[in-house]
């Protein structure tokens, strides 16, 4: 029914990045459940990853080879292309997607999915979220409505592939186009539940001189 993709290039400054979240084997944390979701990592080369350190983000997700499928590109393709790459292999009827370093709610996926099934008219859904430290410590709720973030949004997938997916030359602020590529075509719904958590790090990508300069 829904296939959830997690892009990643080197996560490794978070040892408790939720590889294991994706197939709901973290029993002591919030997690994606692993029952009626197809779950992908899409791991791209970290040649102009932010983050620091020698990565070993494959020998973490080894352990979970047997309930993921697991995409390793040989260059780095960005979140919007490493995205329309699960998004390809994807087979499910819903498409979602997180970062490697956020975390999601338990019930995320079976709400969103209710949603999108009572409400035919909805392109995607959204919902609110939490801004959390490295401690996953509550720092603020934010409201999608007014707030939108690119992960978290449940699309129907046929939809998402119709308007042609993620545009791959962004290299930043790939939701934003999007949505503007959307236009009046199809309605945003928000659910006003904060399902999902998102990690506030000095090297999150919309603090960079790059995000910052990037035109839509």
Known sequence: LIDFTMTDSNA?????????????RNADA??????????????????SSTTDGEDNTEE??????????????????GVAGASNLGLKHSKGQFFIRVDADDFVNTNMCYFMKEYLEANNDAFCVSCDYYLVDNF????????????????GVM????????LGGYNSNMRHREEE????R??????????????????????????TPEYKTVKI
């Open 155 to 162: 699309y129907r997938k046929d939809l998402l592939l119709e």
């Open 177 to 180: 186009e999007l949505r503007k």
């Open 60 to 77: 973490r997700i080894l352990p979970f080879l047997n309930d993921i499928k697991f995409i390793k590109t040989p260059k780095n393709l």
């Open 30 to 47: 919030d997690s994606i459940p692993k029952e009626g979701s197809g779950a992908f990592v899409v791991y791209t080369s970290p040649g």
């Open 12 to 24: 490794n400054n978070y040892p408790q990045v939720k590889i294991g979240a994706a197939v709901g």
């Open 136 to 151: 996953e410590n509550v720092l603020e709720r934010k409201y999608s409505k007014i707030n939108n973030i690119s992960c």
């Open 182 to 207: 959307l236009g009046d075509t199809y309605k945003i719904h928000h659910l006003e539940m904060p399902f999902y958590k998102y990690r506030m790090h000095d090297h999150n990508k919309t603090k």
